[in-house]
């Protein structure tokens, strides 16, 4: 049955497919045929319409008819898939008894499962009165008095009078201690000055002739260069420097740091030293990194130049 379907479904594929090539074929060439027909009946405007009609009959009279379709090799190729077909293997039918053997098996185990009895009834009677007891106990307990109003108004008034008080007090004006500074600083540089010519006209002696004037520059030292003022120029402005602040600038100078160039110069071993004098801001010499800002800042035009004699 499906060979004979199959072989009348390629058939009629093939038939329609060659007719419809032929059908166009015809009608391409009629069409052509009957243009030229009319591009003649319009050259020929004199003639009659008797003659133009016969002439258009003889036209179609001359178009050959359709030949018969040969269908032998679709035949054959319909005969050798039909072959093909054939020859292929038949599935063999599946044996299912097992399968509904088990699947009986199965329904006599789910079966021959007993069924569990219904659970014995729990006597809740004594927790049921014992929750009664706890009830009517609640009930029995006096509820807390709400608490009065307290008239906060006199405190309020008293607040309010105080805060009047503290700010009619004047403020006292800032006193500008610059000068005194400025002042201060001077006649530090001034001792220092007279003690180093007081040690220069010691140093100058006949019996001291074979020292050198000046000590020679120390290439290792146990502590950081400090200054008891700025005695090299004006001191720099040491709050340049990310993380000194006024009060850290104090504390710098009152440790005898004035310029950039000592911070520039700091060891490791400087750092120890002067980090356990900052009090409070310990580890921010490392933190923000002073010696590298330093050694940027004392490049600065105004930033006060390093003596040759340290």
Excluded: C
Excluded at 144 to 150: A, G, T
Excluded at 186 to 198: C, Q, S
Excluded at 243 to 263: D, I, S
Excluded at 289 to 306: K, N
């Amino acid at each position: 049955m499906i060979y004979l379907l199959a072989k009348y479904t390629l058939l009629f594929l093939l038939a329609a497919f060659f007719g419809f090539i032929l059908g166009y074929w015809f009608s391409r060439r009629n069409i052509e045929d009957v243009t030229n027909s009319f591009e003649d009946l319009r050259k020929a405007n004199q003639r009659s319409d008797d003659q133009n009609w016969e002439r258009l009959w003889r036209h179609l009279q001359e178009i050959p008819a359709p030949k018969e379709t040969d269908l032998s090799d679709v035949y054959k190729r319909i005969d050798v898939v039909a072959a093909a077909v054939s020859q292929l293997p038949r599935p063999e039918p599946v044996n299912l008894q097992p399968l509904v053997d088990n699947l009986y098996k199965l329904e006599k185990d789910i079966k021959a499962i007993p069924v569990p009895e219904k659970p014995a009834r729990v006597d809740l009677s004594p927790v049921t009165g014992k929750i009664d007891a706890l009830q009517v106990a609640l009930r029995g307990i006096p509820k807390p008095v709400p608490p009065r109003d307290v008239d906060l108004e006199p405190v309020r008034n008293h607040i309010q009078s105080l805060e009047e008080r503290v700010k009619s007090i004047p403020q006292p004006q800032a006193i500008d201690l610059e000068p005194v500074d400025r002042r201060l600083q001077k006649i530090e540089a001034e001792l220092a000055g007279l003690k180093i010519r007081a040690t220069q006209s010691t140093q100058a002696q006949p019996a001291k002739r074979s020292e050198p004037s000046r000590a020679p520059r120390q290439t290792s030292r146990d502590e950081p260069r400090i200054l008891k003022a700025a005695l090299y120029g004006k001191k720099d402005n040491l709050k340049l420097i990310s993380g000194v602040g006024p009060k850290l600038e104090m504390l710098l100078n009152e440790n005898g740091v004035y310029y950039f160039w000592q911070v520039a110069e700091w060891s490791s071993r400087d750092i120890e030293i002067i980090d356990e004098r900052l009090d409070v801001f310990k580890g921010r010499i490392d933190r923000d990194d002073w010696v590298t800002q330093a050694s940027r800042l004392r490049r600065q035009p105004e930033a006060a130049r390093m003596p040759t004699d340290l």
